[in-house]
Nanobody, 122 residues
Framework: VQLQASGGGLVQARGSLRLSCAAS????????MGWFRQAPGKEREFVAA????????YYADSVKGRFTISRDNAKNTVYLQMNSLKPEDTAVYYC????????????????WGQGTQVTVSS
C-alpha cells in the first residue's frame, strides 16, 4: 500500500482544514487507517484511527471533539477533518495503514505516507 497525504496549509486559530490520504495498491478496504503528527522537537504522536469498514473510530484526547476521521473505500481515501484548530496543532501530519483494528488502536502500523504540513497561527 502506498499512501499520499495532502491538504495541509496555513490556517488561523479556530479555523478548519481537511486532510486527505489517497492509497494505491490492493485491498485498501481491508486496512485500518490512522493519522499521526509530529511537531518540531517532539516525538510523533497518534491522532486518530478508523477501522477498515469505517464503523469504528478512535481519537487522542487532545483532538477529541474537534477532529473527525472518515474514509471512502470506493475512493481509497481516508480523511481528517480538523475544526477549531489551535496553534498547538501545528505539526507535520502523516497517514498510515494497519492490518488490524487492535493494532491500529495500539499505534502499530505497517505502511506510512509522506507528511503534510499544518501550521496554525495565533
Amino acid at each position: 500500500v502506498q499512501l499520499q497525504a495532502s491538504g495541509g496549509g496555513l490556517v488561523q486559530a479556530r479555523g478548519s482544514l481537511r486532510l486527505s490520504c489517497a492509497a494505491s495498491g490492493r485491498a485498501f478496504s481491508s486496512y485500518s487507517m490512522g493519522w499521526f503528527r509530529q511537531a518540531p522537537g517532539k516525538e510523533r504522536e497518534f491522532v486518530a484511527a478508523i477501522s477498515s469498514s469505517g464503523g469504528s473510530t478512535y481519537y487522542a484526547d487532545s483532538v477529541k471533539g474537534r477532529f473527525t476521521i472518515s474514509r471512502d473505500n470506493a475512493k481509497n481515501t481516508v480523511y481528517l477533518q480538523m475544526n477549531s484548530l489551535k496553534p498547538e496543532d501545528t505539526a507535520v501530519y502523516y497517514c498510515a495503514a494497519s492490518r488490524g483494528w487492535s493494532a491500529a488502536r495500539n499505534a502499530r502500523y505497517d505502511y506510512w505516507g509522506q507528511g503534510t504540513q499544518v501550521t496554525v497561527s495565533s
